[in-house]
């Protein structure tokens, strides 16, 4: 089974609007750590979020925030205020310290804004 | 903090070549990953690091591939030989190790591109 599933391809936003892009994980291990990455065009991949399994607020940084699902095994990322910026592929992936410090990537979302 | 180093950036080869890849993890991380990134497999882990033992070599595609990290602050990848299905884009990330937030911080990535 796929540890992380990312289930859109591609998505569009209107500049200014607010996007979800959905992730759902697998996992038995109660210890894991949920992240979201951007990787623009350029190719970097630049870390966005964080979300610890025990946390029991959702995580926010700015305008990025994590729908946490714990029962439905979904991390979510919410961008709120699109930006033309915004432009790029989003990973979602997972990291399980009590098996080695692995960490699972999904397959990405490409997000376009429209201006 | 100079953040993860790759070296080279670009490398240009022909089939039958062999390919060594560089990566200078951050200081003081004790868990270095190798990714591949294609447009039609996406963002595969190859091999990790713990401590500068490999603990999962699974993704490593055949024997041509091999990687070692002979301290804690260097590790290759070498091909040997090259195909031209080996052109991507290589990742090299390093993590602290424990729970908590320790994300993955990536390299710029060395885009390969064999003849």
Known sequence: ?115 | DAGVIQSPRHEVTEMGQEVTLRCKPISGHNSLFWYRQTMMRGLELLIYFNNNVPIDDSGMPEDRFSAKMPNASFSTLKIQPSEPRDSAVYFCASSSGGSGSYEQFFGPGTRLTVL
């Open chain 1, 1 to 115: 089974a796929q540890k992380i599933t990312q289930t859109q391809p591609g998505m569009f936003v209107q500049e200014k609007e607010a996007v979800t892009l959905d992730c759902t994980y697998d996992t038995s291990d109660p210890s894991y750590g949920l992240f979201w990455y951007k990787q623009p065009s350029s190719g970097e991949m630049i870390f966005l979020i964080y979300q610890g399994s025990y946390d029991q607020q959702n995580a926010t940084e700015g305008r990025y925030s994590l729908n946490f699902q714990k029962a439905r095994k979904s991390a979510n990322l919410v961008i709120s205020a699109s930006q033309l910026g915004d432009s790029a592929m989003y990973f979602c992936a997972m990291r399980e310290p009590n098996t080695g410090n692995q960490f699972y990537f999904g397959t990405g979302t490409s997000l376009t804004v429209i201006p």
